[in-house]
């Protein structure tokens, strides 16, 4: 079988890939914020699950300090306040 040839594509930068995985960050941090109360608990471990994933992404890629500070600025508590 023959493929065509795909076009050469360059590697984002580590910035870029940073500043990516920052965004997706953000959006479920944003996102188990405010469906906490509509998800069930299934719902809410995997937000929970996706968060820590993108987060090791964030590290690997650079922006682990801006990541962890972006989780610890929005962390829940334990009685469920923001």
Same mark, same amino acid.
């Given at each position: ?7 050469? &594509?360059?590697?984002?930068? +580590?910035?870029? !890939?940073? =500043? ?6 953000? *959006? ?18 995997? &937000?929970?699950?996706?968060? +820590?994933?993108? !987060?090791? =992404? ?6 682990? *300090? ?17």
């Amino acid at each position: 079988m023959h493929f065509p040839e795909l076009p050469f &594509l360059p590697s984002p930068s +580590a910035d870029e !890939l940073g =500043d990516h995985y920052l965004g997706r960050l953000a *959006r479920l941090v944003h996102l188990r914020r405010e469906l906490e109360e509509d998800l069930n608990a299934l719902g809410v471990d995997l &937000l929970d699950r996706a968060i +820590a994933s993108t !987060l090791k =992404d964030c590290e690997a890629n650079g922006a682990g *300090r801006s990541a962890r500070a972006l989780v610890r600025r929005t962390r829940l508590r334990g009685d469920g306040t923001r």
